[in-house]
């Protein structure tokens, strides 16, 4: 008895050993999360989220998993909310969170009722061209919207899987030629040769644009002899079709076509000028400096404008005195892409009428002041955009986010800023120029997971 004495008052004398101390309620709360994730229960993980009290402070595993949930349940917004709770502003950003954050945002809007959010998803997608994305872009190609089934039809070609996608050979029947153009293109330039078959009877039976297009993919997938065609396409009565073939023979850059595209700015119709104009852009040879020159001069705002952009993306610094002039012009979208053209030939002083630009009364003029600020990379620069991604007026700040995406200084925080934007279509460019300079980020430093 005396022994059973002892050892009761030894056991009353040692917590822990009648019961375990409670788990605390971090731990509880990170648990129950765990478990609704696991079970696929992501509504369960962002009710736990948005029950804790405002002054509470959740653990990194749980607002991770409720930043999973929230992209698993097509909210990014939400996700985006979480992220800023687990990434503070002094801290270096994420970015291995920040992709699939801002893949979630173009992803939730796919399938958005309004068709302008929905070509917005699509372009961003397009222009980043990313492998992994091939269900979604697929599924653009059974959209209501023409665009948005072109754009997809785009996006597949530019992610390297127009050989392997069966949707985009059926895009060749599209009811809409945009979209029946644009799977062209996307399998010719990934040399899908059993499409020649096809090719051949659009070329055969189908006249204007398509029937142009039509050559340009039997060219590119070695027949040499349809340059001859596309040639010929460009003196043709259809000023669409004589615009088709111009800006074709601009991408293919062979030689021997300099001269009609220099006849083209001389054409009786704006529009085709306008096209050869920025196809002797993209032929990108000093040979197209003098016709160029001429466009300068040309009656049409829009035809002024596009050779000016054109004639800086030839990067010969003597231009620099004829897109000075430029920068006087009436207009003021021929200023903006004289000041674009500035920009692209590392004119310093092209910054300052930018900035005039930016300020001025009309939202398009401020959106195209950002739209030709994507040509720069200076600090300066960025600061313009960042106001423009201020603006009251949704284009300007839409070509703000646009041209973030494309210059090479640090803009991430202020990205991440613009997927807050009031406007859904902002939100979407932003999220795709994120994107831009996340893969920027990891091809120049490819095993590091953040970045301040």
């Known amino acids: 008895m005396l022994l059973v004495l002892c050892w009761m008052l030894f056991a009353v004398g040692l917590p822990g050993v009648a019961e375990a101390a409670p788990a605390s309620p971090a731990a509880s709360l990170e648990r129950d999360a765990a478990e609704a994730f696991n079970k696929a229960e992501y509504a369960g993980v962002l009710k736990l989220w948005q029950g804790l009290p405002a002054d509470a402070t959740p653990s990194k595993p749980f607002l991770r998993l409720a930043f999973q949930s929230a992209l698993k349940l097509g909210r990014p917004e939400e996700g985006l909310t979480i992220y800023e709770r687990l990434v503070k502003n002094d801290q270096p950003e994420d970015l291995a969170l920040l992709r699939p954050l801002a893949v979630g945002f173009l992803s939730a809007y796919v399938r958005d009722a309004k068709e302008y959010i929905r070509i917005a998803a699509y372009t961003a997608l397009a222009e980043l061209g990313q492998p992994d994305q ?7 190609l059974l959209d209501s919207s023409p665009l948005v089934r072109a754009r997809a039809a785009e996006g597949l070609g530019h992610a390297g899987l127009a050989s392997k996608s069966g949707p985009l050979r059926r895009a060749m029947q599209d009811d809409m030629p945009p979209v029946r153009i644009a799977a062209m293109n996307a399998l010719s330039d990934a040399k899908v040769t059993d499409i020649i078959p096809r090719l051949t009877e659009v070329a055969r039976t189908e006249d204007g644009p398509e029937a142009v297009f039509a050559y340009a993919a039997l060219y590119k997938l070695g027949k040499q002899d349809m340059l001859a065609d596309i040639t010929g396409a460009a003196t043709l009565p259809d000023p669409e079709t004589r615009m088709a073939a111009l800006g074709v023979l601009g991408r293919l850059k062979r030689p021997s076509s300099l001269g009609v595209l220099s006849q083209g700015v001389y054409d009786p119709e704006a529009s085709v000028r306008a096209f050869a104009a920025g196809a002797l852009g993209e032929f990108g040879q000093p040979g197209a400096v003098a016709p160029l020159t001429h466009a300068l001069g040309d009656e049409n705002a829009r035809v002024r404008g596009v050779a000016a952009a054109s004639l800086g993306r030839l990067g010969i610094r003597d231009s620099r005195p004829l897109l000075h002039a430029l920068t006087r012009d009436a207009s003021m979208q021929v200023r903006a892409s004289a000041v674009e053209g500035l920009l692209r030939l590392g004119d310093s002083t092209a910054l300052l009428m930018v ?38 007026q949704p284009q300007p700040r839409l070509f703000a986010a646009r041209a973030l995406g494309k210059i090479s200084a640090p803009v991430v925080p202020l990205l991440k800023k613009a997927l807050h934007d009031s406007d859904a279509a902002v939100r979407l460019t932003a999220a795709g120029s994120l994107l831009q300079q996340l893969d920027r980020l990891a091809k120049s430093s490819p095993r590091r997971g953040r970045k301040g």
């Open 355 to 392: 900035t005039d630009l930016a300020r001025h009364p009309d939202p398009s003029v401020r959106a195209a002041a950002a739209q030709a600020l994507s040509a720069a990379a200076d600090k300066e620069a960025v600061s313009v955009l960042q106001t423009l991604l201020q603006d009251q």
């Open 134 to 140: 091939q269900s979604i872009l697929e599924d653009g």
